[in-house]
């Protein structure tokens, strides 16, 4: 008998359905051996407090276009996994009671960046984890891909396509903020699929100068109107000078709901435009899962499954240069990958006329 555990941690994305589905599908049509799926609801959180249901071939049925997760997902965040929770109940020693009591022979642990400090932990303290990469965000380090995030791409487009005909009419500025936490992967690649005259990221601090000159020189050109995709975690020049502290008491202090109103006011200020902001927010991570996600996540699901059945764990399916790999825990836990502002991408943006505001 084969029994494998199975959680989504974290936010959730497009596609992971599709994933978890790749995974049983591949276990279940490659051996003969009888085999039992655990599904823990809400993440990490089914493994410590041991919440599960015991999958079958029907909850695998017709989920492959379905977004969100069958599962539910939650945030246990990394930095408290060692704190005992209100209750007083270890969560590791817990995790582990759990995978032992059920006598699991691996835990496919679906999840970005902070769930995957706590699978390679759980693989330290001598769990058999396999690992798939989900986020919209695009930052999971060891891998050129994250399920989740084409999907994403397409609904940040779409909203900054939707926005050029009302920017045109009224001859405003609009600024779309789209998601990606502490990377650009999505606000990049959205804007430049959209067609934004400016793209901020996290990666390129942005001085506000150098944007109210190209919205000023669009104005002179005819051009009624500019687009800007800011990611939620942009940062200006002087900004990205302060200190990790002292820029998240500056943040906490904050008038503005977010960086794209600041922004927004200060362009507002100077060029006198009517500046409107449009956050599409969590539809970013909503609704189904577009084809490349599909088949990207079924694909990366298979490989989890053909690791399973050879006993090889302790690895994250990745993906680099159109090839499945296998990436060491230890080597993706704790790492970002972020976008090298001298990158081919940012280079022919550039030389597209997208403004980066460096
Ligand atoms: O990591 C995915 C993500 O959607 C980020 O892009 C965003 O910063 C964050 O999650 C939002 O988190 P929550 O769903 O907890 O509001």
Known sequence: MLRIGMLTSGGDCQALNAAMRGVFKTVEN?????????????????????????????????????????????????????????????????????????????????????????????????????????????????????????????????????????????????????????????????GIAGGADIILIPEIPYDIKKIIDVIEERDKAGKRFSIIAVAEGAISKEDAKLSKKEYKKKLAKHEYPSVSYEIAEKIQEATGKEVRVTVPGHTQRGGMPCPYDRVFASRLGAEAGRLILKKEYGFMVGYKNREMVKVPLSEVAGKLKTIDPKAGIIKQAKMLGICFGD
């Open 30 to 190: 490659n051996t003969n051996e009888p085999v039992e799926f655990y599904g823990f609801e809400d993440g990490y959180k089914g493994l410590i407090y041991s919440k599960f249901r015991i999958l079958k071939d029907e909850d695998f049925t017709n989920i492959l276009t379905i977004g969100g997760t069958i599962l539910g997902t939650s945030r246990v965040p990394f930095k408290t996994i060692r704190e005992p929770d209100e209750d007083g109940v270890d969560k590791v020693a817990a995790m582990k009671q759990t995978y032992y009591k059920l006598q699991l022979d691996c835990l496919v642990m679906l999840g970005g960046n902070g769930s995957h400090k706590t699978a390679n932990l759980l693989a330290e303290e001598g769990l058999n984890v396999i690992t798939l990469p989900k986020t919209i965000d695009n930052d999971l380090w060891g891998t050129d891909m994250t399920f989740g995030f084409q999907s994403a791409v397409d609904i940040a487009t779409r909203c900054i396509d939707e926005i050029h005909t009302t920017a045109s009419s009224h001859g405003r500025v609009f600024i779309v903020e789209v998601m990606g936490h502490k990377v650009g992967w999505l606000p990049l690649n959205a």
